[in-house]
């Protein structure tokens, strides 16, 4: 199927520039993208905790691989709660999805602390990546509402940069706790203390965005989640939704595995272990600011094609361990590691900035909710597999390589199916001109209304 040529109108240019009179970052923009970078940050450290601490939380609830496979499924569930909160976000603002979220998940945190069996401890965590979940899709659509066009890329840099900062201090906590015979619930107790931010985070996030314009108008009132699937959107949203689904069973093997594959299969020690992903980790953030450069000047669907399907071979080559010729294995598994880290986080800013810019203000959290949704029925499926398989195909690490592969087709497809949307303004990429004109007809059956987008504004 062709891609869509999305032709620059005046209207849609005359309506950016009364948004953003300058490309330069305003002051507002600045403080909204520092309110979402500790959002980031919080929600990093929060929801790396189950994958750094998986080797003592099966310790602590006697559980085998297996088991722990089939927890961590159950736990994928949180999605549905994410997707309610995505949707609710499109229907009463991003600004109190945000704070709820900031002052719900400490409360879990500290059930999830206080657990004395592996079900409290699961239905703790889904409550948190839940509320985490919808206040991270809220704050990602709010950074392309907020920021102007040529600082859109840099803002989802900036967000997933504070993402991963905060997944790596787990990393550092959980060596120091051991030596010092503390348990791995410690790893909770930040979570539980960032109730503190709620109130510096509701002084920083704009009262009115983007998704204002959308409710005054009352186009965020009328629309459905099935709207994603309108005519207009749906080669998107299915391919958007595809990618998901494989790149989620992909991510879920390899990085939900990968701290137990570092302890418990390759023997390496926690403080071996933490040195390995700290650094693959650190040295992947400079794909963030490559993946921004690289989505302004080669265009989002290039980077994520490209350097993120290379990614996936890194991860490849990591489960498959060191080659027997290697005199020194531990340096390559940080080698391949940080090729997978670099590429990844090169590829999440190239996917996040189409992703954010392919839909309307009032349908673009719902379309970031099914994406997550997609993602939970399919990492839940992953690790069930994963569970299955790892007899037949000879153990653990087998099975994540072959998942680990499917990456590839998921960035194949991404470049088959997704429209470049570099250079243009948010109203122009998400079509919603057109929108806007068939909202009050959303599933039109003349010809002319449902047949591509593209067909009437190619230019």
């Not at 961590?72 to 949180?78: G, K, L, P, V």
């Not at 998107?236 to 989620?248: G, K, N």
């Not at 997550?372 to 195909?393: K, W």
């Not at 998400?430 to 230019?459: I, Q, S, Y």
Request: aromatic share 10%; with cysteine; proline share 5%.
């Amino acid at each position: 199927m062709a891609k869509q040529k999305i032709k620059r109108t005046a209207k849609s240019e005359t309506s950016t520039h009364s948004a953003h009179p300058s490309q330069s970052t305003s002051p507002r923009s600045s403080t909204t993208v520092s309110a979402i970078v500790i959002l980031l940050l919080y929600q990093g450290y929060t929801l790396s905790i189950v994958g750094i601490a998986s080797p003592w939380i099966a310790k602590s609830f006697a559980l085998d691989e297996g088991k722990l496979a089939r927890l961590f499924a159950w736990m994928a569930i949180s999605a549905l709660g994410s997707l309610a909160l995505a949707r609710l976000a499109d229907r009463v603002g991003r600004r109190p999805v945000i704070l709820t979220a900031l002052i719900l998940a400490p409360l879990f945190s500290a059930g999830a602390a206080l657990s004395p069996t592996a079900n409290v401890f699961a239905a703790c965590e889904i409550m948190v990546s839940a509320l985490l979940g919808g206040s991270v899709s809220s704050a990602i659509a709010l950074l392309a509402e907020e920021l102007p066009v040529k600082q859109r890329a840099r803002g989802q840099a900036a967000a997933a940069l504070a993402s991963a900062v905060g997944g790596v201090l787990g990393y550092l906590i959980i060596p120091a706790l051991l030596a010092w015979n503390y348990s791995w619930r410690w790893l909770l107790a930040p979570s539980v203390a960032g109730i503190v931010l709620a109130v510096p985070v509701a002084m920083m996030l704009p009262a009115q965005s983007k998704w204002s314009s959308a409710k005054s108008s009352g186009s965020a009132m009328r629309t459905h989640f099935y709207d994603i699937f309108h005519p207009i959107y749906r080669r998107r949203s299915l391919t958007l939704l595809s990618c998901a689904a494989l790149d989620t069973v992909a991510g879920t093997a390899v990085n939900g595995w990968l701290y137990y594959q570092a302890v418990s299969i390759l023997g390496l020690s926690p403080v071996s272990a933490s040195t390995l992903v700290v650094t693959g980790m650190v040295v992947g953030m400079v794909g963030f600011p490559v993946g921004a450069w690289m989505s302004e000047r080669f265009g989002r669907v290039p980077t994520v094609v490209y350097v993120g399907g290379a990614g996936w071979l890194g991860a490849f080559a990591f489960y498959l361990g060191p080659p027997a010729f290697v005199s020194w294995p531990f340096i390559w598994l940080v080698a391949v590691y940080c090729w997978f880290k670099v590429a990844s986080d090169v590829m999440t800013v190239g996917a996040n900035s189409a992703a954010t810019e392919l839909f309307p203000a009032a349908l673009r959290t719902t379309m970031i909710g099914a994406q997550g949704i997609t993602a939970a029925a399919f990492s839940m499926l992953a690790q069930i597999l994963i569970a299955a398989l790892i007899g037949p195909l000879g153990g653990l690490a087998s099975v994540i390589r072959y998942f680990a592969l499917l990456g590839i087709p998921s960035a194949i497809i991404f470049g088959l199916f997704i429209d470049e949307t570099r250079g243009l303004t948010l109203e122009q990429s998400a079509l919603e001109d057109r929108w806007n004109e068939v909202r009050h007809n959303p599933w039109p059956t003349d010809t002319e209304t449902t047949r591509p987008a593209a067909d009437k504004v190619r230019g």
